[in-house]
């Protein structure tokens, strides 16, 4: 098809003769008038119309023959009221039918019809749509397998075809036969823990196939920890760092008191304890011996400056009126020429080191009654937070 492009045209228009302005008419070309005649011909043949010359209702013959099986509800109600996609089915409780207007010619995968199901499933069920054989209906479980539906009457759905099976879209839920006691027992997430301190191990049941970011578990640990180098193994899946977040937001070692309950969360890479006992020390070094003039030093791992640093000293025989396991909060200073003792941080260390002597007040005696430590009979302690 094109438009006039006989001489005279303006613009590729026809125009009239005008013999005030000496303008022609428009020259009517063999190509204009062939288009126009094919075109149409072409038109009545593709709706199935042998052209017949005396017969000049051929264009109105073929325009009914295409278009007057239209649905003129088709609007945007029949679109809303899902008109050609929304039915009910029939047949029996497993070997359900479906008959859409109109109907389908063939199967097609993303077929998708919203059907109301008129009878429970037996959970072998079927459907028929117009007629073309049946086909299995199936439905995603949780963790997305194709399995058997679960049909009940009334139920409504969207059911698409897959290339092999008509899926009911909504998933199932998980099946857990959990109860309202059950949940506010905590009886699938709370346990004690076993094995021997540092190596902790949890036995939930029913067990975890595999660890996930996000599970989580109301944990009781049966014993005190090691500072720095606790690890749980939940279900036998495999040891995992026992972390807590200090006060900036930084994993670090948790600290574990025996029989203290804890949320503790797998977050991908390390198990984390929710919510650290509040003012425990992030670190706590191990009993260090004191030797005159000898730097000592421990690796604190935070990762940064402590915000608090302790020392103490540790009473591991009793002398001066202090039993075993009293504790003197001790603190760097001076208070003669060879009584100097220094205590430091930095952002990877704690260290002190010691003059010749460490005095401190007797426990037995009047404030004032000065007296040295046996290095031998204590040990130093050092804190962080």
């Known amino acids: 098809m094109h438009r006039i492009d006989g001489a005279g045209h303006v613009d590729h228009l026809f125009v009239a003769e005008d013999p005030a302005t000496l303008r022609p008419p428009t020259e009517i070309t063999p190509e204009i008038m062939n288009a126009f005649q094919e075109e149409l011909a072409t038109f009545i043949e593709w709706a199935g119309i042998v052209l017949a010359k005396g017969d000049n209702t051929q264009l109105k013959q073929a325009l009914l023959a295409k278009f007057a099986g239209l649905d003129v509800a088709a609007t945007k109600a029949g679109v809303q009221g899902q008109t050609y996609t929304a039915f009910t089915t029939a047949g029996v409780t497993g070997a359900f039918t479906l008959a859409p207007a109109p109907a389908i010619a063939a199967y097609a995968a993303g077929q998708r019809f919203r059907v109301k199901f008129h009878a429970v499933g037996n959970g072998v069920d079927t459907i028929n749509v117009s007629g073309l054989g049946a086909k299995n209906l199936k439905q995603y479980d949780s963790t997305g397998a194709k399995v058997a539906p679960v049909i009940v009457a009334g139920q409504l759905v969207d059911v698409e075809f897959d290339g092999v099976d008509f899926v009911l879209l909504d998933a199932l839920p998980p099946a857990v036969g959990t109860s309202p006691s059950s949940i506010q027992g905590q009886t699938y997430t709370a346990f004690t823990t076993g094995g021997g301190a540092p190596v902790f191990t949890l036995t939930p049941v029913p067990a ?50 025996a029989n203290q309950l804890a949320d503790v969360e797998y977050d991908g890479i390390d198990m984390v304890i929710l919510d650290p006992l509040n003012g425990a020390p992030l670190y706590e070094s191990a009993e260090q011996t004191i030797t005159s003039f000898t730097s000592t030093t421990v690796s604190h791992g935070l990762g940064r400056q402590p915000y608090l640093a302790q020392i103490i000293l540790r009473c591991k025989t009793a002398e001066g009126g202090f039993a075993v396991g009293d504790e003197i909060h001790f603190r760097s200073g001076s208070n003669s020429v060879s009584n100097a003792f220094s205590f430091w941080s930095n952002s990877t260390a704690l260290g002190f080191m010691s003059d010749a002597n460490i005095t401190v007040a007797r426990r037995d005696a009047p404030l004032g009654n000065l007296w040295n430590i046996t290095f031998a009979n204590w040990r130093v302690v050092m804190r962080a937070w």
Do not use: E
């Not at 495999?238 to 930084?250: F, H, M, S, T």
């Open 208 to 257: 975890v196939a595999a660890y996930s970011a996000g599970q989580r578990f109301r944990v009781k640990f049966h014993a005190v920890g090691t500072t720095g180098s606790n690890t749980l193994n939940v279900s036998g899946c495999g040891a995992k760092n026992v972390k807590q977040y200090d006060g900036a937001g930084n994993k670090v070692p948790a600290v574990i008191a």
